[in-house]
């Protein structure tokens, strides 16, 4: 009986290694495979409008780059003249580098202020909730309707508190003035984008353990020393995201400008999207595409250094 049922357990094991556990295997590998017809059914739509709405007509733009177009009508290939022009255009040039230092000056203002801040709105005082969401409340308004309101303030405001203190470097409205409009644009720029950054911050400080800061307190450390040593470090993965993020989104920065100085004065704080959608209705349409393209590849760099900065630290 013994060796029948060792015998049985024997070919019964032999059975499974032979040939039942493969057919079960693919029989699960096919299962695996499947795709569910829900799935297709909201993923197809979406790519036929993404495809649509943003693939085509980018992909139709790059080619019309390399041509005479206008937008409309009939057109002819010229290779890469409009690339050529582009770069040895001083209106463009100067639109990429006023756009590269105010976003590079604005990132900088906006990530100082939103960092202070969020130490101090996550320390011991009073009514700290509260103003959190007082100091999120821009970031829910149009920056339209930010620009025209701080353009009334530049405008009328602002040079008569100066005209009344006697300060005669502002009485005149800065907006004018080609050597400080970018003042203008940073302060109303960064008002805007200093709520969303603040928040990332607050998480950031907020995740530190409170027993690292009662430790440095017990040996010692004075609140600088605690910034410096403890807050700094270990919020560097959210410094690091804030500023590629911010830099990112600041070179596309067109709505506050228009509403502020719409270029001016002359062309002194006309930004690198602004001279494209100019462009665009002012015949130069294949031109400012070479230009749009250029402005893309720009933002697929730096979109691909935000991917691997801020790789591995949303677990932060």
Do not use: C, H
């Amino acid at each position: 009986m013994a060796t029948t049922t060792t015998g049985s357990i024997t070919t019964a094991g032999r059975r499974r290694r032979g040939g039942a556990a493969p057919r079960l295997q693919a029989g699960s590998r096919g299962r695996g495979k499947r795709v569910d017809p829900l799935f297709l059914v909201f993923l197809v739509p979406t790519l036929v409008l993404f495809t649509l709405a943003i693939t085509l007509p980018a992909v139709m733009g790059i080619v019309l780059s390399f041509t005479n177009s206008v937008g409309f009508g009939e057109f002819r290939f010229t290779g890469l003249t409009n690339y050529v022009a582009v770069f040895s255009d001083p209106a463009i040039l100067q639109a990429y580098l006023f756009t590269i230092g105010f976003s590079l000056v604005t990132v900088l203002v906006v990530n100082a202020v939103a960092f202070l801040l969020a130490i101090a709105l996550t320390s011991k005082i009073r009514g700290k909730i509260a103003l959190r969401g007082v100091f999120v409340l821009p970031m829910v308004i149009s920056g339209i309707v930010i620009a025209y309101v701080f353009s009334f303030l530049f405008a009328n405001s602002l040079p008569a508190f100066a005209t009344a203190l006697g300060f005669a470097p502002l009485e005149q409205s800065i907006l004018a003035n080609p050597d400080l409009a970018w003042v203008a644009i940073v302060v109303v720029t960064a008002w805007q984008a200093i709520p969303s950054t603040l928040l990332i911050y607050i998480a950031g400080v907020l995740s530190i353990p409170g027993e690292v800061y009662e430790a440095s307190a017990l040996d010692g450390a004075s609140a600088w020393r605690q910034l410096v040593s403890i807050t700094a470090p270990l919020t560097a993965g959210y410094i690091l995201i804030n500023l590629v993020i911010g830099f990112k989104n600041f070179l596309n920065s067109y709505d506050i400008i228009v509403g502020l100085t719409d270029g001016g004065p002359g062309t002194s704080t006309t930004s690198v999207a602004m001279s494209i959608f100019k462009g665009f209705s002012g015949g130069d349409y294949a031109y400012q595409m070479a230009n749009a393209t250029i402005f893309f590849l720009i933002a697929v760099v730096i979109a691909v250094i935000q991917l691997r900065a801020t790789r591995g630290k949303a677990a932060l």
